[in-house]
């Protein structure tokens, strides 16, 4: 007999949740560009109050070689361990609806057995929609608004707001996986994946949030008070434009995206892609590796270190 990939259940609070809530994923693995994943757990986690409803067994599904824990070593002796979760949990948006929350890593291992517990769960909850949200790094500009490739069953949402609709092999995440069997099933799911500045793609990009929060809510009915990442936002443009300006070349790369952003938004004839460049080439990961690098390291010789808002890995 297999080990349960259920691990514990708080039974008073999975009796009391309501029927037809939606359920918002999170789960961190393939790419987090912006940081649109990690934001948004701890957005979530500070703004919804939410209760752990199922616990999946993360012993089971991480592989901790890969995704170390963090421990505390204070002075003398280990404290304040903190290993990895997978949950459901039951949150409340900005007027107190309630909605399902499924975060954490995504597994590493057994996919299909989890997927197939959450899908129980979508069916036992009778969940009425299930959406998601990572970001792609690409070569499009942060001085225009983050636009979106949405996927799933939700036509008013492809129609409205999928501005790229590319057809390729990719490799899978979670996530994908979770909303190619909801959309078999007939449920009702939408995905946002963002495209991300790919100069910015290595710092928390508050307008990745902004641009998730926003999906959401329009599939959803939630309701998300976005004032403080507004802010954020204006701060973090505010430091990027200063940078770019104090550098030609990187103030010359912006210029070409935005050129190219907008030819395609205006649907020129000419433009088949925001990825698409002069010689109708789509630029390679390494390309947009190397160009990523080649921005840090300018940021890094004018003095301030800052790389926009921080340069993290």
Do not use: C
């Not at 912006?254 to 433009?271: K, Q």
């Amino acid at each position: 007999m297999s080990d349960p990939i259920i691990s514990s259940v708080n039974a008073e609070l999975h009796e009391a949740v309501p029927k037809g809530l939606p359920m918002v994923v999170a789960l961190g693995g393939l790419s987090d560009a912006g940081g649109v994943i990690s934001q948004l757990r701890e957005f979530l986690r500070e703004r919804s109050e939410p209760e752990e409803v199922v616990r999946f067994n993360a012993d089971l599904l991480l592989d901790y070689r890969s995704r170390r824990p963090l421990i505390t070593f204070h002075e003398d002796h280990f404290a304040d361990y903190t290993p990895e979760t997978l949950t459901l949990e039951l949150a409340t948006d900005e007027l107190g609806s309630p909605f399902l929350l499924l975060s954490g890593f995504e597994p590493d291992f057994r996919w299909d057995q989890f997927i197939d517990a959450v899908l129980l769960l979508v069916d036992e909850f009778e969940v009425s929609t299930t959406v998601w949200s990572h970001a792609i790094p690409m070569p499009v500009p942060h001085t225009r608004p983050i636009r979106a490739t949405v996927s799933g069953s939700r036509e008013d949402l492809i129609e409205g707001r999928s501005v790229w609709k590319p057809t390729s092999k990719l490799p899978a995440s979670i996530s994908h996986v979770l909303e190619y069997r909801l959309h078999g099933l007939g449920e009702d799911v939408a995905g946002f994946a963002l495209l991300v500045p790919h100069y910015l793609a290595n710092t928390e990009f508050p307008d990745a949030l902004l641009a998730t929060l926003d999906g959401f809510m329009a599939a959803t009915g939630l309701l998300f008070d976005t004032n403080e990442i507004s802010e954020l936002s204006r701060e973090f443009h505010l430091q990027v434009d200063r940078q770019i300006e104090e550098n030609d070349e990187s103030l010359e790369m912006v210029r070409g995206l935005e050129l190219r952003y907008d030819a395609y938004m205006a649907e020129e004839p000419t433009s088949n892609s925001p990825l698409v460049g002069d010689d109708g080439t789509i630029p390679t990961a390494d390309q947009l590796a190397s160009e990523l690098e080649r921005f840090l390291a300018q940021q890094r010789e004018n003095g301030d270190g800052t790389a926009a808002s921080g340069e993290t890995r």
